[in-house]
């Protein structure tokens, strides 16, 4: 009796192990398609991107998509891709209800295109989605957003993945040009300027007045330049920044000489009051190799005696205050030398 026993354990363990065995040749998970749009903890629930920015050029990202499953897709399929602003409307609406000025915008249909279809092979898991952007003229007060999704019809021949954020791309554009990104601004101060009327002696110097008086520095951490054009960008006057609701009226514009090194500040607002106090602003770049990874290319920009006014009319309705921004600021680029895109060689 006990070795029939034996013998039916026996043989229920090599019915097991042969089941085991076989089990790696079918499909564990279904083939579902999804595009590669991480999000990160502080990105907004959206993927930014960085394109390169040409004023008269189009420039090409490749979105991809991919086929899930731990077999190999055994077939050609056909992905269809549509934009969908349904879904940056509740986006837009569950992170930032009524402030309607941190909304998200939709890229306007102008600024880019792509093909209706994306083919991936029998044989392969994944293709690319080809998006060309023509960016100039595009406003960056309002964050840009391409919000995509994949396409389910029965007649298609493919399921996108049921969880809503593999089968959506919200695709935060964000243009670069030599000159944009984060700055450090601890040497950039901010004073509040109080004019003297009448004005008052100055007791430093005999028979001299005081025309007007300067608060104590105001300063930040850091400030971020934006891309307006290929030699040119804009950055929020003073301590202005994107959580200001009227930021829009306060965008100092900076353009480039690449022959002279100088920078020439300007505002399109005469609301603003923009003054240049004619201290000759000009900025240098500084390259040079990691010590410890010889591949990383360190690159500093440095913008240098920066000196305006401006009138703030919109915080205290009915007064003008006057601020003077006095200083220098400094942005590093880590680029690795090994990757040939530089949008993807740049450690944003």
Not at 114 to 137: C, H, M, Q, R, W
Not at 220 to 240: C, H, I, K
Not at 245 to 270: H, L, M, Q
Request: glycine share 6%; proline share 5%; charged share 25%.
């Amino acid at each position: 009796m006990k070795k029939i026993y034996g013998l039916l354990s026996l043989l229920a363990v090599l019915i097991l192990c042969s089941s085991c065995n076989d089990e790696w040749k079918d499909e564990q998970f279904e083939h579902f398609v999804s595009f590669v749009a991480t999000i990160g903890n502080d990105d907004g629930g959206v993927s930014p991107i960085y394109v390169r920015y040409k004023a008269n050029e189009k420039v090409t990202y490749q979105l991809p998509v991919i086929v899930s499953g731990s077999t190999t897709n055994d077939k050609d399929i056909a992905v269809h891709v549509g934009v969908d602003p349904d879904t940056l409307d509740i986006l837009n609406y569950d992170r930032f209800q009524n402030r309607t000025d941190f909304y998200y915008e939709e890229l306007a249909s102008n600024h880019y295109s792509f093909p209706e279809v994306v083919n991936i092979p029998a044989g392969k898991d994944k293709g690319l989605l080809e998006i060309s952007f023509t960016l100039a003229g595009v406003d960056l007060v309002k964050p840009q957003v391409l919000p995509l999704t994949i396409l389910e019809d029965p007649s298609y021949g493919y399921e996108a993945h049921p969880r809503k954020w593999y089968k959506k791309a919200l695709l935060r554009v964000n243009p670069f040009n030599d000159y944009s990104g984060t700055y450090g601004a601890t040497t950039l101060k901010t004073y509040i300027v109080t004019k003297l009327d009448p004005p008052k002696p100055d007791p430093d110097n005999a028979g001299q007045y005081i025309y007007e008086e300067l608060s104590s520095a105001i300063v930040r951490q850091n400030t971020t330049l934006y891309v307006s054009d290929e030699n040119q960008v804009f950055l929020y006057a003073g301590m202005v920044d994107e959580n200001f609701a009227d930021r829009d009226k306060y965008k100092v514009f900076i353009d480039f000489d690449k022959e002279t090194g100088f920078a020439s500040f300007s505002s399109n607002n005469p609301d603003m009051e923009f003054v240049d106090l004619g201290f000759d602003p000009y900025y240098y770049i500084l390259e040079r190799m990691d010590a410890t990874r010889p591949y990383l290319l360190h690159r500093y920009l440095t913008i240098t005696n920066i000196g305006y006014e401006f009138v703030d009319y919109t915080t205290v309705p009915g007064e003008k205050i006057i601020y003077r921004v006095e200083g220098l600021i400094t942005m590093e680029r880590q680029i690795n030398t090994q990757i040939p895109d530089e949008d993807q060689a740049i450690e944003w």
